[in-house]
C-alpha cells in the first residue's frame, strides 16, 4: 500500500492509503488526533467504516480545477485520474489546512517578494503563461475556475509564501474569456458589505490596465508573527459529491 501522512497545521492527525489495481483508498485518524481533534468531514467519521470513494471524493475537491487542474498535471506529468499521485505532488500546496506527505527539506519560513514590475509583466503573459507558476514551483492549489493567485501581505509587501509561512490574501484575474469579472465581483462584495452581510474583505488594484481584485482570506488567523490555517471543507465535501459538481 502506498501511504501519505496527513496534517493539519504540522499537527499529525492520519494516514491516506492507496492499494490494488481498483485503486482501494483507506484513511485512518491517529489514536492522538482522535482523543483532541475532529472529524474532517462529516463523511470521514473517527469510528465508522470510510468508503473508499468518499475518501478519493474528499481529495479530489482539494485540486483545483478547470485551466487550473490542466496546469496541474501539465507541470507534475500527472494524470488527471491520478488523484493520490497528484496529492503526492502537491500535497503541501493544497487549498486548505491539510498537507499530505513526508516533511519538505526545507520549511523554514521565507518571504519571497513580488515586485509590482513583477506582477505587470506575469498579467500581460497570463493567456499564454500559467500565473500559479512561481520559481518553477507551483504555487497553492485553489479551487474554482477562475485564474487566482495566494500571497502574503506583509508590512504592505506582496509576496509569496514559502516554508512554514502561509498566504493571507489571494489576487484574482481576468482573461479575454471572463472580462470585467474582477469589476464584477469587487462590486458584489462590496455591496454586500453596505447590506450588512458578513463577506470577506476585498480591495481592487490596478497593474497598468490590469484590474486585480485581493480578497483577504477568510480561512487565516493571523497574528504579529504567525498565520495560522483554518480547516475548512466546501459544499462538496460536506455533501460527499465529486469535483465536477462544484458550480
Known sequence: MNELPVKLNDLPIGTIGITGKKEIYKFEYTDEWKASGYEISPHLPFDKTISSGSIKRFLENLLPEGKGLDDLTSFTHISKNNIFGLMQAMGFETSGALSFGRIHKDTRPLFRPITEKELTQRIDEIESKSIIIWDKKQRLSLA????????????????????????????????????????????????????????????????????????ERFDRVISKHTVKKLHIIDGCQMLDLPLFLQV
Not at 498566504?167 to 470585467?180: A, G, V
Open 144 to 215: 474554482w475556475v477562475q485564474e487566482k493567485l495566494p500571497v502574503l501581505l506583509k508590512d504592505e509587501a506582496l509576496g509569496l509564501a514559502n516554508g512554514g509561512l502561509s498566504s493571507t490574501h489571494i489576487l484574482k484575474f481576468q482573461t479575454k474569456r471572463n472580462e470585467n469579472i474582477v469589476v464584477n465581483e469587487y462590486f458584489c462584495m462590496s455591496l454586500a458589505k453596505e447590506a450588512g452581510l458578513m463577506v470577506a474583505e476585498v480591495s481592487l488594484r490596478k497593474y497598468a490596465e490590469h484590474p486585480v481584485l485581493m480578497v
